[in-house]
């Protein structure tokens, strides 16, 4: 059985709370549960306690202190605060999720879905795994309180990213395109001529950075960690995205019913949507008119392919990064968006050769339902 774990329940309703504990109980690490009725109780049990607690489960709407600020203050008041923190929320939003994740928040489960408490304690066993038993121990303490710090960086490094491209950057975007059409009004536009065509093309050029701080600011959004995931049905939502988009003279198949049931992936349902769309602009983009794109499931995933050109072996790892041109010349975000929304998932993505010689981009570790 291995070593006790310890899982902290606060402000979870009897009834879940008891489907909580009986399901925990059937994992093959002992378990022991403890709960507190609010945060101000959590609080002062995680400060007295002799020994450390593993995860901790929080309802979001708690008396007094909701589950986000329990999360906050456990950061502030803690000197090692490095147990998975899972909220366990009623109502969720992007919104929600993204301040979950700022505060500390290492997962998400919505109750009321299918399989709610199955999903919770998934994410426990899996915080389980994540971490090493006694971590009380100074050595232990020592290497997850690195962990926290390098994560916490590098939110706050992306978060000042963020920033800059939303904000610091639009001001003088803005006044360059300001002082561009100010001059535009006072230029004869009917007869053309060398002043027109320069303005013209200062304005292009300002429209495609626009663009650039846009595509930016969705990357570094897209590629924070997805804690907010349902089950979504994989054949459906492949089959939805390729009907959303202009595919011209291009053809989907796989999803007709001649392959076996592609079955519920754990995911982001937008940023799923998002990334097969990518997947697709891409197969489309890169090849002639009339190429075929196929979806396929794989044991612990599922691919995109296509019968176009395909990616040289020595330029695949390439074709991942920001800034490599598409066949239009613009810069190219659409590899790269899905490989940080893989990474928000815990994903693997790797390009391979279709076995109709074309571009075949897997995802794998994907987590499934069925």
């Known amino acids: 059985m291995g070593s006790i774990r310890r899982v902290l329940l606060v402000g979870i309703e009897s009834e879940d709370h008891a489907a909580i504990t009986t399901r925990l109980s059937q994992l093959e690490t002992a378990v022991e549960v403890l709960s507190e009725p609010d945060a101000a109780s959590a609080l002062s049990s995680l400060q007295t306690l002799p020994e450390s607690i593993d995860c901790i489960v929080s309802a979001a709407h708690l008396a007094g202190m909701d589950g986000i600020a329990l999360s906050r203050e456990r950061t502030r008041q803690l000197a090692s605060p490095t147990a998975p923190f899972v909220l366990f929320v009623t109502d969720g939003s992007e919104e929600l999720a993204a301040t979950a994740l700022e505060a500390g928040v290492s997962g998400y489960v919505r109750r009321g879905t299918p399989d709610a408490v199955e999903r919770l304690v998934e994410r426990v066993r899996r915080a389980f795994e994540s971490t090493h038993p006694g971590g009380d121990t100074k050595a232990d303490g020592a290497a997850a309180d690195v962990r926290q710090r390098e994560l916490q960086r590098e939110r706050e490094r992306l978060e000042d990213i963020r920033h800059a491209?939303?904000?610091?950057?639009?001001?003088?975007?803005?006044?360059?395109?300001?002082?561009?059409?100010?001059?535009?009004?006072?230029?004869?536009?009917?007869?053309?001529?060398?002043?027109?065509?320069?303005?013209?093309?200062?304005?292009?050029?300002?429209?495609?950075?626009?663009?650039?701080?846009?595509?930016?600011?969705?990357?570094?959004?897209?590629?924070?960690?997805?804690?907010?995931?349902?089950?979504?049905?994989?054949?459906?939502?492949?089959?939805?995205?390729?009907?959303?988009?202009?595919?011209?003279?291009?053809?989907?198949?796989?999803?007709?019913?001649?392959?076996?049931?592609?079955?519920?992936?754990?995911?982001?349902?937008?940023?799923?949507?998002?990334?097969?769309?990518?997947?697709?602009?891409?197969?489309?983009?890169?090849?002639?008119?009339?190429?075929?794109?196929?979806?396929?499931?794989?044991?612990?995933?599922?691919?995109?392919?296509?019968?176009?050109?395909?990616?040289?072996?020595?330029?695949?790892?390439?074709?991942?990064?920001?800034?490599?041109?598409?066949?239009?010349?613009?810069?190219?975000?659409?590899?790269?968006?899905?490989?940080?929304?893989?990474?928000?998932?815990?994903?693997?993505?790797?390009?391979?050769?279709?076995?109709?010689?074309?571009?075949?981009?897997?995802?794998?570790?994907?987590?499934?339902?069925?």
């Not at 027109?196 to 663009?211: F, Q």
């Not at 995933?301 to 790892?317: A, L, M």
């Not at 613009?330 to 109709?356: C, E, N």
């Open 165 to 370: 491209l939303s904000h610091d950057l639009r001001s003088p975007l803005n006044v360059a395109t300001g002082y561009l059409q100010y001059l535009s009004d006072g230029v004869d536009t009917s007869s053309g001529g060398v002043e027109n065509e320069a303005i013209e093309n200062g304005l292009d050029a300002l429209d495609r950075i626009d663009s650039f701080l846009d595509d930016m600011n969705a990357l570094v959004q897209q590629g924070r960690p997805a804690v907010s995931a349902d089950p979504v049905d994989l054949a459906s939502a492949a089959q939805s995205v390729w009907a959303d988009l202009d595919t011209g003279e291009a053809s989907l198949r796989g999803l007709d019913g001649s392959r076996p049931d592609f079955g519920t992936v754990i995911a982001d349902r937008e940023r799923l949507r998002g990334l097969l769309g990518e997947l697709y602009r891409n197969a489309i983009d890169h090849s002639e008119p009339g190429v075929t794109v196929e979806v396929g499931a794989l044991f612990d995933g599922f691919y995109v392919e296509d019968d176009g050109p395909g990616i040289r072996e020595s330029r695949r790892d390439d074709t991942f990064r920001i800034g490599m041109s598409d066949r239009e010349g613009h810069a190219g975000f659409g590899l790269a968006r899905v490989r940080h929304i893989a990474a928000a998932h815990h994903w693997r993505v790797a390009i391979a050769d279709a076995s109709t010689g074309g571009t075949r981009v897997e995802m794998t570790g994907v987590e499934r339902t069925n």
